[in-house]
């Protein structure tokens, strides 16, 4: 019998039930048993609907109320010393609101203090909370929520499997206290200690099969880290539980003889990522060892073609026999939770797609094809499916010619600037008459009561399409004069009227489509609704022109135009299959191209392009950076290239490690760019101790993330540390990140601070 189950399943809920009642208890107005019901709630809902699709196992373990990285830190008692948790620790037990003030940096008890780095999960969306690790650091068993959401999916009388983050996997992801050298694998013993004890705890509460997630199987190891996994689970064999190695986003490549070879019983494998290592797998796996292909896809939402699929598998399961299991490539926590709630959604195009819910039905029914017991209603699933795929490849709404004709008239001249960096920085700076470490923001101010419940009225069509304007254009200008009273040098409009930073543009973009429901949870309590990038890509009309001006007509100061960059258009959409993804990415910078002209005609003299996507495309295995490099910095370009010396283009991009793609980002040549980089130390500048970043930056002095009020003097210190290295004239002061999800009684004073840093350091750089 082929086994079904899953990776792991979206925390959320449904109705993002998990992000309202966490920010509930964060302002006081849910109790933290109120807040743990919740929790328990929504983990007996995901079981529940596991089971009823017909999983043959249930997974517990894959529940955070922030992330599931910093649920692992947890485990193993990792905590900074700066939180004070000692006895937490100790105890064995580390309080709630220690893992919100390590995620936030404060909660509703405890001191605040400096919340943990955070960054991107390998090639994804999601953001986890970096492990801070030193030299004498101690391991101890620290919490134990995972055997009691053990207890609560047994009560319930469900097959259990336990998902856990691997121990190297987890030590990859972690990094050493700033200015300490570090050899993470020198405290791997330590670690497993912890991990052998959680499984003969498990094996003690029944638990038959436990998953650890090794994503860093997928990357280009190190020798010695590749010695470590066959060290450590040498040791975890002697442990009395099943374990099925989880290895996805990536094919396995020259670690493929490493994870067969590894003492554990199963392997999962990505095989929506790399299909062709499958019969490889098989050919050389030991007779007692299960394999589980990963066949639906776990990051996109496009339908499965269960016939193609059944027929490439199906003599893998009949050399594997009940030793193959079937499940999405990744954990569902990357897909929207349930289609069938979007009754909005067109037709034809709902009928291509599934959400987590939806590919649960497929893995389960793909099992059964497999194995050789399919009831009626999975042949018709069988049948729905081949349906709409041939609906799909047919439809007229796919293909433009006007597109395609466009981009092959493009010529290498159109990603070129009309001068280099040095003179048009001459020219902008006689334009724009900035002083020195002039101040700005990134672009978004907080988005309101006020303003979503306007937005709500008007799409429901109780406020008119002028009132809305009216209101829009008032919160703009209540923005516009707190920025010229702070003093702020280059000002922002305030994006009151967007949504979402892709979900805005998309939402004007033919060839995108959008959802009601879609939410996925990018981090902690945020929740982004990716659009559907399902056909050619054009824009019929001005996007953000209007604003802009509207905006530029009330200030003195220059204003910023805001647009989301081609490859984060790309990125943070779940993206059409059906041709390269550099196509589709060239077709958002043709269209982001002609906004810039026009925010230029309309004058606007400086624009900015966010990419905080670019290097969470990057993929994961190097012999491939240079091929994605080319095409995402040429579609950056493309979408760029197409004004004047005098207009300033700027890009922002955060919470990603870019030291490795240094020389990508320069290519990118932004007269500005802005970066994360507070909750770091600045530590993301020591990439241009050994090159020579030939335009200006803007290194993020606080971290929007934390309600803590940045302290002057901390935020001059690392700009001290900025011009280390980049010389003064080059330098700006600004947040790291957009400041849409904060309230305007922490911005004020916030931005107050940071002006007045500003003005520090041109007194003492005068």
Not at 324 to 333: D, R, V
Not at 416 to 421: I, K
Not at 470 to 499: P, S, T, Y
Not at 597 to 607: K, M, N, P, V
Request: a negative charge; one cysteine or more.
């Amino acid at each position: 019998m082929t086994i079904s189950h899953i990776c792991g399943y979206p925390r959320i809920g449904d109705d993002r039930q998990l992000k309202r009642a966490t920010e509930a208890y964060w302002q006081g107005d849910m109790s933290r048993s109120e807040l743990e019901e919740v929790g328990r709630e929504l983990r007996r809902e995901n079981w529940q609907i596991q089971r009823q699709s017909g999983l043959d196992l249930v997974t517990v373990g894959d529940f955070a109320f922030y992330d599931q990285v910093l649920n692992t830190s947890l485990l193993l008692g990792v905590v900074p010393e700066r939180f004070n948790a000692e006895d937490e620790i100790a105890r064995g037990e580390i309080d709630l609101d220690t893992t919100f003030r390590m995620a936030r940096g404060r909660a509703p008890s405890g001191q605040p203090a400096a919340a943990c780095e955070m960054t991107k999960y390998f090639d994804t969306n999601y953001h986890y909370l970096v492990p801070e690790l030193h030299a004498d650091q101690h391991f101890r068993l620290a919490s134990t929520r995972l055997f009691s959401e053990v207890e609560e999916a047994r009560a319930d009388g469900h097959a259990v499997k336990v998902v856990l983050t691997g121990p190297l996997s987890w030590l990859w992801l972690g990094k050493e206290r700033a200015g300490e050298s570090l050899d993470r694998l020198s405290l791997l013993d330590g670690v497993l200690d912890v991990y052998a004890e959680v499984l003969q705890r498990l094996a003690a509460q029944g638990v038959e099969w436990v998953q650890l997630d090794e994503p860093a199987l997928a990357l280009d190891l190190p020798g010695n880290w590749k010695a470590a996994y066959e060290r450590a689970y040498f040791r975890l064999q002697a442990t009395p539980v099943k374990l099925l190695v989880a290895a996805y986003f990536g094919a396995l490549g020259d670690n493929l003889s490493l994870a067969l070879g590894l003492p554990v019983d199963g392997l999962h494998v990505d095989a929506v990522r790399a299909p062709g290592e499958v019969d490889l797998l098989v050919d050389r796996l030991l007779p007692h060892k299960v394999l589980s292909v990963g066949a639906i896809d776990g990051r996109n939402i496009w339908r499965t073609d269960l016939a193609e699929v059944r027929d490439r598998l199906t003599s893998v399961a009949q050399r594997l026999g009940d030793r193959l299991w079937i499940a999405p490539s990744c954990s569902l926590l990357h897909v929207p939770v349930d289609l069938a709630r979007e009754t909005e959604l067109d037709a034809e195009l709902k009928s291509w797609l599934a959400f987590a819910r939806q590919k649960l039905d497929e893995t389960v029914t793909l099992a059964r094809l497999l194995g050789g017991r399919a009831t009626d209603e999975d042949e018709s699933r069988l049948q729905a499916s081949t349906t709409a795929l041939a609906s799909r490849r047919t439809s007229p709404r796919i293909h433009r010619p006007e597109v395609a004709e466009r981009l092959a008239g493009l010529t290498a001249a159109d990603s070129q600037r009309a001068s280099r960096y040095p003179r048009r920085a001459e020219a902008q700076r006689r334009v724009l008459g900035l002083p020195l470490f002039p101040t700005t923001t990134i672009g978004s101010f907080p988005q309101t009561v006020e303003i979503r419940a306007a937005r709500r009225r008007h799409r429901a069509g109780e406020l008119s399409e002028a009132d809305y304007a009216a209101q829009m254009k008032a919160e703009i200008a209540e923005a516009v004069r707190v920025q010229e009273k702070l003093g702020l040098d280059m000002l922002v409009h305030g994006e009151a009227e967007r949504n979402d930073m892709v979900e805005y543009f998309g939402e004007q973009l033919d060839g995108y489509a959008f959802t009601r429901f879609g939410w996925v949870q990018s981090y902690g309590s945020r929740c982004v609704k990716p659009p559907i990038l399902y056909g050619d890509v054009s824009r019929p009309r001005a996007m953000t022109v209007t604003w802009s001006a509207y905006a530029q007509s009330l200030t003195a100061a220059p204003m910023k135009g805001m647009l989301t960059g081609p490859v984060t258009m790309l990125q943070w959409a779940f993206v059409r299959d059906d041709q390269a993804r550099a196509v589709t990415c060239r077709q958002v910078a043709l269209a982001l191209r002609d906004e810039v002209r026009d925010l230029e005609q309309a004058g606007i003299r400086a624009i900015q392009i966010d990419e905080p996507a670019l290097r969470e495309g990057l993929p994961l295995r190097r012999s491939e950076w240079a091929g994605y490099l080319n095409w995402a910095v040429e579609a950056f370009r493309l979408s760029s290239s197409g004004v004047s010396d005098t207009t300033q283009i700027h890009t922002h991009m955060c919470y990603s490690e870019f030291n490795d793609i240094i020389n990508a980002i320069a290519a990118l040549d932004a007269d500005v760019i802005t970066i994360e980089t507070s909750r770091s130390n600045m530590e993301l500048l020591d990439a241009f101790r050994d090159f020579d970043y030939p335009n200006e930056i803007g290194p993020g002095v606080y971290d929007i993330h934390s309600p803590n009020l940045p302290d002057i003097d901390w935020m001059v210190a690392l700009m001290e540390k900025a011009a280390e290295r980049i010389s003064l004239e080059r330098l700006w002061v600004n947040p790291d990140c957009g400041l849409k999800t904060r309230h305007w009684e922490e911005v004020r004073p916030a931005l107050a601070n940071m002006v007045e840093a500003a003005k520090v350091l041109r007194r003492r750089h005068a």
